[in-house]
């Protein structure tokens, strides 16, 4: 088992940067790829991007490519999503989730454990 839990959402003006951490505890956090999903109401839960389990190798979806950087440290157990130059249509909850494997794609299934979500608020 792997909790997950998010922190750091909060309400922001377009233009400004957040930064998301998720704080992993239980099983060895550097056994899992982790990656950071988003969701708006009405709307399936989308990829945002995810880190391989050392860090070497990122994915983004492409409307946050160049604006947000996923990253992790494995003595801290905790994933991080810097996001920059936000947008109102960067308005969602986040989600952070685990991978014991990983294959590199975007579908929500590869991901065993979800955390309980994080607000983001982005007004224009």
């Known amino acids: 088992q792997v909790q997950l839990v998010e922190s750091g959402g909060g309400l922001v003006q377009a233009g400004d940067s957040l930064r998301l951490s998720c704080a992993a505890s239980?099983?060895?956090?550097?056994?899992?790829?982790m990656a950071w999903f988003r969701q708006v109401p009405g709307k399936e839960r989308a990829f945002v991007a995810a880190?391989?389990?050392?860090?070497?190798?990122?994915y983004y979806v492409d409307s946050v490519q160049g604006r947000f950087t996923i990253s992790r440290d494995n003595a801290k157990n905790t994933v991080y999503l810097q996001m920059n130059s936000l947008k109102p249509q960067d308005t969602a909850v986040y989600y952070c989730?685990?991978?014991?494997?990983?294959?590199?794609?975007?579908?929500?299934?590869?991901?065993?454990?979800w955390g309980q979500g994080t607000q983001v608020t982005v007004s224009s």
């Open positions: 239980g099983r060895t956090f550097s056994s899992y790829a």
């Open positions: 989730a685990a991978a014991g494997t990983y294959y590199g794609t975007r579908s929500q299934s590869e991901f065993e454990y």
């Open positions: 880190i391989s389990r050392r860090g070497g190798t990122t």
